[in-house]
Nanobody, 128 residues
Framework: QVQLVESGGGLVQAGGSLRLSCAAS????????MGWFRQTPGKDREFVGN????????YYADSVKGRFTISRDNAKNTVYVQMNNLKPEDTAVYYC?????????????????????WGQGTQVTVSS
């Protein structure tokens, strides 16, 4: 049983930083893609970025490129997203997701329906 548990959300002022964590358990993730998505009320879940567990290759949405960095720690089975220069429009619930046996390129795994497992989400609020 795959479990994903996010943590690290909170309230931050515009221009500040937060680091979200996603602790993964239940199996080996060596062939997985791990994605980060975010969602605001009344809107679809939006792709933020992903990381290929095997080689740490990453891909980002244009809206966060240059500000967010996704990484993973093999020893802790944890994926992170470091979010810098946060803007009020980054306010959302952030979700971690896992796609098993992801053998396509990173740009393929940008839609929420392509992911198999999801965490419970963590709220990020950026004040202006």
């Amino acid at each position: 049983q795959v479990q994903l548990v996010e943590s690290g959300g909170g309230l931050v002022q515009a221009g500040g930083s937060l680091r979200l964590s996603c602790a993964a358990s239940g199996r080996s993730f060596s062939s997985y893609y791990m994605g980060w998505f975010r969602q605001t009320p009344g809107k679809d879940r939006e792709f933020v970025g992903n990381i290929r567990w095997s080689d740490s290759g990453t891909y980002y949405a244009d809206s966060v490129k240059g500000r967010f960095t996704i990484s993973r720690d093999n020893a802790k089975n944890t994926v992170y997203v470091q979010m810098n220069n946060l803007k009020p429009e980054d306010t959302a619930v952030y979700y971690c997701a896992a796609k098993g046996s992801g053998f396509r390129g990173a740009t393929y795994y940008t839609e929420s329906w392509k992911y198999d497992y999801w965490g419970q989400g963590t709220q990020v609020t950026v004040s202006s």
